[in-house]
Protein backbone atom coordinates (compact mmCIF):
# COMPACT_ATOMS: atom_id res chain seq x y z
CA UNK A 1 0.00 0.00 0.00
CA UNK A 2 1.61 3.43 -1.31
CA UNK A 3 1.55 6.29 1.35
CA UNK A 4 2.53 8.65 -0.62
CA UNK A 5 2.26 9.14 -4.57
CA UNK A 6 4.22 11.66 -6.84
CA UNK A 7 2.40 11.96 -10.60
CA UNK A 8 4.04 14.03 -13.13
CA UNK A 9 5.27 16.29 -10.70
CA UNK A 10 6.80 19.54 -12.12
CA UNK A 11 8.18 22.09 -9.91
CA UNK A 12 9.41 25.71 -11.06
CA UNK A 13 10.80 28.85 -9.32
CA UNK A 14 10.09 32.51 -10.73
CA UNK A 15 12.81 32.05 -13.91
CA UNK A 16 10.49 29.45 -14.59
CA UNK A 17 13.24 26.64 -15.14
CA UNK A 18 11.71 23.47 -14.10
CA UNK A 19 13.90 22.01 -10.85
CA UNK A 20 12.03 19.28 -11.11
CA UNK A 21 10.47 18.24 -14.40
CA UNK A 22 7.60 15.09 -14.51
CA UNK A 23 9.01 13.31 -12.05
CA UNK A 24 7.06 10.15 -10.95
CA UNK A 25 7.22 7.68 -7.89
CA UNK A 26 6.06 6.17 -4.93
CA UNK A 27 6.44 5.15 -1.25
CA UNK A 28 5.28 2.60 0.32
CA UNK A 29 4.06 1.95 3.77
CA UNK A 30 7.13 1.04 5.90
CA UNK A 31 9.63 2.01 3.23
CA UNK A 32 12.83 3.74 3.11
CA UNK A 33 13.03 5.52 -0.13
CA UNK A 34 16.63 7.19 -0.82
CA UNK A 35 17.03 9.76 -3.40
CA UNK A 36 20.35 10.44 -4.86
CA UNK A 37 22.05 12.85 -7.59
CA UNK A 38 24.44 15.54 -8.09
CA UNK A 39 24.00 18.92 -6.51
CA UNK A 40 21.63 20.91 -8.08
CA UNK A 41 19.62 18.10 -9.44
CA UNK A 42 16.52 18.58 -7.85
CA UNK A 43 16.49 16.86 -4.62
CA UNK A 44 15.75 19.52 -2.14
CA UNK A 45 13.27 21.03 -4.59
CA UNK A 46 11.23 17.96 -4.61
CA UNK A 47 10.79 17.13 -0.97
CA UNK A 48 10.21 20.73 0.15
CA UNK A 49 7.34 20.56 -2.42
CA UNK A 50 5.58 17.78 -0.45
CA UNK A 51 4.92 19.81 2.49
CA UNK A 52 4.72 23.07 0.21
CA UNK A 53 7.76 24.46 2.05
CA UNK A 54 9.25 25.74 -1.25
CA UNK A 55 10.94 28.72 -0.95
CA UNK A 56 9.53 32.09 -1.78
CA UNK A 57 9.17 31.74 -5.64
CA UNK A 58 8.88 28.39 -5.81
CA UNK A 59 5.52 26.47 -7.06
CA UNK A 60 4.34 23.17 -8.12
CA UNK A 61 3.27 24.24 -11.65
CA UNK A 62 1.63 20.07 -12.30
CA UNK A 63 0.95 16.73 -11.38
CA UNK A 64 0.25 15.93 -7.79
CA UNK A 65 1.04 14.72 -4.46
CA UNK A 66 -1.15 12.06 -2.68
CA UNK A 67 -0.38 11.85 0.73
CA UNK A 68 -2.87 8.93 2.14
CA UNK A 69 -5.48 10.04 -0.07
CA UNK A 70 -5.42 13.43 -0.28
CA UNK A 71 -3.79 15.65 -3.17
CA UNK A 72 -1.32 18.23 -0.61
CA UNK A 73 -0.25 20.16 -4.24
CA UNK A 74 -4.35 21.65 -4.25
CA UNK A 75 -4.89 21.18 0.17
CA UNK A 76 -5.49 24.65 1.99
CA UNK A 77 -3.43 25.68 4.65
CA UNK A 78 -4.92 24.10 7.19
CA UNK A 79 -5.13 20.45 6.14
CA UNK A 80 -1.44 21.17 5.46
CA UNK A 81 -0.67 22.25 8.91
CA UNK A 82 -2.08 19.44 9.89
CA UNK A 83 -0.60 16.99 8.13
CA UNK A 84 2.88 19.09 8.97
CA UNK A 85 4.39 17.54 12.05
CA UNK A 86 1.84 15.16 12.79
CA UNK A 87 1.83 12.65 9.93
CA UNK A 88 4.67 13.74 8.02
CA UNK A 89 8.04 15.86 9.48
CA UNK A 90 10.70 16.80 7.88
CA UNK A 91 14.34 17.22 8.95
CA UNK A 92 16.41 19.71 6.96
CA UNK A 93 20.09 19.64 6.28
CA UNK A 94 20.86 22.29 8.38
CA UNK A 95 18.40 21.85 11.46
CA UNK A 96 20.68 22.15 13.99
CA UNK A 97 20.81 25.47 13.35
CA UNK A 98 17.80 26.65 12.80
CA UNK A 99 17.36 26.31 17.27
CA UNK A 100 17.23 29.45 19.03
CA UNK A 101 20.78 29.80 20.06
CA UNK A 102 19.56 31.42 23.37
CA UNK A 103 16.79 29.78 24.49
CA UNK A 104 17.70 26.04 26.00
CA UNK A 105 17.24 22.87 24.08
CA UNK A 106 14.91 21.75 26.65
CA UNK A 107 12.29 24.06 25.90
CA UNK A 108 12.64 24.65 22.61
CA UNK A 109 12.28 20.36 22.22
CA UNK A 110 9.27 20.38 23.98
CA UNK A 111 7.66 22.93 22.59
CA UNK A 112 8.35 21.20 19.09
CA UNK A 113 7.21 17.90 20.32
CA UNK A 114 3.77 19.06 22.48
CA UNK A 115 2.65 20.76 19.47
CA UNK A 116 1.53 17.91 18.13
CA UNK A 117 1.29 15.89 20.56
CA UNK A 118 -0.83 15.51 24.32
CA UNK A 119 2.26 14.91 26.33
CA UNK A 120 2.85 14.87 30.35
CA UNK A 121 6.13 16.51 31.44
CA UNK A 122 7.27 13.22 32.75
CA UNK A 123 5.76 11.90 29.35
CA UNK A 124 7.71 14.22 27.20
CA UNK A 125 10.99 13.99 29.21
CA UNK A 126 11.10 9.95 29.53
CA UNK A 127 10.60 10.39 25.13
CA UNK A 128 13.56 13.06 24.68
CA UNK A 129 16.04 11.42 27.00
CA UNK A 130 15.23 7.88 25.05
CA UNK A 131 15.66 9.93 21.43
CA UNK A 132 18.54 11.81 22.41
CA UNK A 133 19.92 8.62 23.63
CA UNK A 134 19.62 6.67 20.54
CA UNK A 135 21.60 9.97 18.62
CA UNK A 136 24.61 8.85 20.88
CA UNK A 137 24.16 12.28 23.27
CA UNK A 138 25.79 10.66 26.02
CA UNK A 139 24.51 13.01 28.45
CA UNK A 140 20.52 14.08 27.31
CA UNK A 141 20.19 16.16 31.14
CA UNK A 142 22.95 18.68 30.34
CA UNK A 143 22.29 18.81 26.37
CA UNK A 144 18.44 19.74 27.66
CA UNK A 145 19.46 21.84 29.96
CA UNK A 146 21.72 23.53 27.34
CA UNK A 147 21.64 26.24 25.29
CA UNK A 148 22.61 25.77 21.61
CA UNK A 149 25.44 28.11 22.10
CA UNK A 150 27.16 25.88 24.25
CA UNK A 151 26.74 22.93 21.96
CA UNK A 152 29.07 21.65 18.85
CA UNK A 153 27.27 22.15 15.24
CA UNK A 154 27.53 18.10 15.11
CA UNK A 155 25.56 17.59 18.80
CA UNK A 156 23.31 20.32 17.59
CA UNK A 157 21.68 18.49 14.36
CA UNK A 158 21.57 15.20 16.17
CA UNK A 159 19.37 17.28 18.62
CA UNK A 160 17.52 18.53 15.64
CA UNK A 161 16.97 15.15 14.57
CA UNK A 162 15.91 13.31 17.56
CA UNK A 163 13.16 16.23 17.50
CA UNK A 164 11.89 15.04 14.16
CA UNK A 165 11.70 11.21 14.98
CA UNK A 166 10.13 11.96 18.34
CA UNK A 167 6.47 12.84 16.93
CA UNK A 168 7.12 9.37 15.44
CA UNK A 169 5.69 10.54 12.25
CA UNK A 170 4.28 8.06 9.56
CA UNK A 171 6.35 9.56 6.57
CA UNK A 172 9.93 11.15 7.25
CA UNK A 173 11.67 13.47 4.81
CA UNK A 174 14.89 13.79 5.51
CA UNK A 175 17.66 16.04 3.71
CA UNK A 176 20.50 15.35 4.11
CA UNK A 177 20.20 14.97 7.38
CA UNK A 178 24.12 13.58 8.14
CA UNK A 179 26.46 14.84 6.16
CA UNK A 180 28.02 17.65 8.49
CA UNK A 181 28.61 15.46 10.96
CA UNK A 182 31.49 12.91 11.17
CA UNK A 183 31.51 9.23 9.58
CA UNK A 184 31.07 7.07 12.81
CA UNK A 185 28.42 9.07 14.00
CA UNK A 186 26.92 9.59 10.72
CA UNK A 187 26.91 5.60 10.41
CA UNK A 188 24.68 5.93 14.02
CA UNK A 189 22.45 8.22 13.20
CA UNK A 190 21.43 6.61 9.81
CA UNK A 191 21.07 3.36 11.62
CA UNK A 192 18.95 5.05 14.38
CA UNK A 193 16.66 6.01 11.43
CA UNK A 194 16.74 2.77 10.33
CA UNK A 195 15.31 1.51 13.62
CA UNK A 196 12.68 4.13 13.82
CA UNK A 197 11.01 2.21 10.41
CA UNK A 198 11.65 -1.04 12.61
CA UNK A 199 10.04 0.35 15.88
CA UNK A 200 6.94 2.96 14.42
CA UNK A 201 6.57 1.46 11.37
CA UNK A 202 7.48 5.16 9.57
CA UNK A 203 8.13 5.40 5.72
CA UNK A 204 11.31 7.77 5.14
CA UNK A 205 12.15 9.39 1.78
CA UNK A 206 15.99 10.14 2.47
CA UNK A 207 17.95 12.78 0.56
CA UNK A 208 21.71 11.48 0.12
CA UNK A 209 25.17 12.43 -1.34
CA UNK A 210 26.38 9.52 0.05
CA UNK A 211 25.74 6.03 -1.99
CA UNK A 212 26.69 4.01 0.67
CA UNK A 213 24.05 5.42 2.83
CA UNK A 214 21.70 5.01 0.21
CA UNK A 215 22.63 1.19 -0.35
CA UNK A 216 22.53 0.62 3.34
CA UNK A 217 19.26 1.99 4.46
CA UNK A 218 16.79 1.93 1.06
CA UNK A 219 14.29 -0.40 -0.34
CA UNK A 220 14.04 1.83 -3.45
CA UNK A 221 16.50 4.27 -4.62
CA UNK A 222 15.80 6.87 -6.99
CA UNK A 223 18.12 9.10 -9.10
CA UNK A 224 17.83 12.28 -10.26
CA UNK A 225 19.55 14.67 -12.44
CA UNK A 226 18.83 17.41 -13.85
CA UNK A 227 15.80 17.72 -12.66
CA UNK A 228 14.38 14.52 -13.81
CA UNK A 229 14.25 11.33 -12.03
CA UNK A 230 16.68 8.77 -14.55
CA UNK A 231 16.07 5.86 -12.66
CA UNK A 232 13.99 4.54 -9.75
CA UNK A 233 14.07 1.21 -8.40
CA UNK A 234 14.68 -1.44 -5.49
CA UNK A 235 17.91 -0.92 -4.31
CA UNK A 236 19.70 -4.44 -6.02
CA UNK A 237 18.02 -3.07 -9.32
CA UNK A 238 20.09 0.18 -8.70
CA UNK A 239 23.42 -0.92 -7.02
CA UNK A 240 23.88 -3.78 -8.79
CA UNK A 241 22.04 -3.52 -11.83
CA UNK A 242 21.91 -0.11 -12.49
CA UNK A 243 20.33 0.98 -16.01
CA UNK A 244 21.16 4.59 -16.56
CA UNK A 245 24.92 5.60 -17.65
CA UNK A 246 24.26 8.71 -14.91
CA UNK A 247 23.46 5.78 -12.38
CA UNK A 248 26.68 3.81 -13.35
CA UNK A 249 28.82 6.80 -12.74
CA UNK A 250 27.38 7.48 -9.49
CA UNK A 251 28.62 4.16 -8.55
CA UNK A 252 31.83 4.06 -10.35
CA UNK A 253 32.76 7.15 -7.94
CA UNK A 254 31.92 5.06 -4.97
CA UNK A 255 35.09 2.83 -4.37
CA UNK A 256 33.76 0.59 -1.41
CA UNK A 257 30.43 0.22 -2.68
CA UNK A 258 30.21 -3.64 -3.42
CA UNK A 259 32.06 -4.46 -0.65
CA UNK A 260 31.65 -3.38 3.25
CA UNK A 261 28.70 -1.62 2.73
CA UNK A 262 26.21 -3.27 0.95
CA UNK A 263 27.27 -6.71 2.58
CA UNK A 264 26.80 -5.47 5.77
CA UNK A 265 23.14 -5.06 5.21
N1 LIG B 1 15.19 29.39 -3.73
C1 LIG B 1 15.48 29.17 -5.01
N2 LIG B 1 15.22 30.08 -5.97
C2 LIG B 1 15.51 29.85 -7.28
N3 LIG B 1 16.08 28.71 -7.72
C3 LIG B 1 16.37 27.75 -6.81
C4 LIG B 1 16.09 27.93 -5.42
N4 LIG B 1 16.48 26.79 -4.76
C5 LIG B 1 16.99 25.98 -5.72
N5 LIG B 1 16.92 26.54 -6.93
C6 LIG B 1 17.35 25.92 -8.21
O1 LIG B 1 16.66 24.70 -8.39
C7 LIG B 1 17.52 23.69 -8.90
C8 LIG B 1 17.50 22.49 -7.97
O2 LIG B 1 18.09 22.86 -6.71
P1 LIG B 1 17.99 21.95 -5.43
O3 LIG B 1 16.60 21.46 -5.31
O4 LIG B 1 18.53 22.73 -4.29
O5 LIG B 1 18.96 20.75 -5.83
P2 LIG B 1 19.76 19.72 -4.89
O6 LIG B 1 19.08 19.64 -3.57
O7 LIG B 1 19.71 18.44 -5.67
O8 LIG B 1 21.15 20.23 -4.79
C9 LIG B 1 18.89 24.35 -9.06
O9 LIG B 1 19.03 24.75 -10.40
C10 LIG B 1 18.81 25.54 -8.15
O10 LIG B 1 19.62 26.58 -8.65
MG1 LIG C 1 19.86 19.95 -1.66
Do not use: W
Request: with cysteine; hydrophobic share 40%.
Amino acid sequence: MNILEIEHCTVCYKNGTPAVSDVTFAVREREIVSIVGESGSGKTTLIRAILGLLPPGGRVTAGKIVFNGTDLVTADDRTLRDIRGRSIAMIFQDVGSSLDPIRRVGAQYREAVCVHEDLTKKGFLAKAHDMLTRMHLSDPDRVMDAYPFELSGGMKQRVGIAMGMTTAPRLLLADEPTSALDVTIQAQVVSQMKELRDRYGASMILVTHNMGVASYLSDRIGVMKNSRMVEFGTRDDIILRPRDPYTVSLLEAVPKLGGKMYAGN
